[in-house]
């Protein structure tokens, strides 16, 4: 069992840094391998919309996405963590998800499904405010790359009311939470 975390925020040792690193931990305990991609060290541009793409589902531009392609190609749960960023996800999120482009318009123009092997998605998320409709935006956004990559959308957990760097280490039920959602798709 592959379990891959992608974390969108800039801030190293932040609040989705360390709330995706719980449910990676949880995620471990039942023997799942886990590996961690913070997008904000990665070198990649925003999707090109090239008009020459091959019809196989690559992509063309040649930066850190093609790593990224093949890690969550062999993943069978992809963890997504991203801060809400202006009512949104982040930045660094929506680029890497405009970048599966290429797999969208294989699947869903060409007909072909190149990633035939079925996964897992999970969505992270936290905001300062207590705003839902924040987590619903982001949530319709990341739904929309899961079914490109064909992830079920498994589980979610929407942290509100942490704004401080490390704040999220004062609510336990918050950790508690995401370990307990990296055990429960870790034992699938
Ligand atoms: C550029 C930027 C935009 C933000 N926009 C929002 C927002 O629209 N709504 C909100 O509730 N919090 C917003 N926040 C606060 C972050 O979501 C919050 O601080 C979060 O805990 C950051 O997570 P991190 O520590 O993982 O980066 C924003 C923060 C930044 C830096």
Excluded at 42 to 58: K, T
Excluded at 75 to 101: C, E, H, N, Y
Aim: some cysteine.
């Amino acid at each position: 069992m592959n379990v891959l975390g992608i974390n969108g925020s800039p801030r190293i040792d932040g609040n989705t840094d360390i709330v995706l690193d719980n449910a990676l931990e949880g995620a471990k305990t039942t023997g799942a391998k886990t590996d961690k991609i913070i997008l904000n060290t990665l070198r990649f541009s925003p999707c090109q919309e090239c008009e020459d793409m091959p019809d196989d589902g690559s992509c063309i531009v040649k930066d850190d996405m093609q790593p990224l392609y093949k890690k969550v190609d062999q993943a069978d749960v992809v963890i997504l963590a991203s801060p809400i960023f202006f009512g949104s996800l982040s930045a660094q999120t929506k680029m890497m998800i405009d970048r599966f482009q290429c797999l969208w318009r294989a699947k869903y123009i060409l007909k072909k499904d190149i990633s035939r092997k079925k996964r897992k998605g999970i969505f992270i998320s936290v905001e300062a405010s207590t705003r839902e409709d924040f987590f619903m935006n982001a949530k319709s956004i990341v739904k929309n790359l899961f079914a490109t990559i064909n992830a079920e959308y498994t589980g979610e957990l929407l942290c509100s009311g942490l704004d401080e760097k490390g704040s999220i280490l004062k609510h336990q039920d918050f950790l508690k939470k995401a370990f307990e959602l990296g055990k429960k798709v870790g034992q699938v």
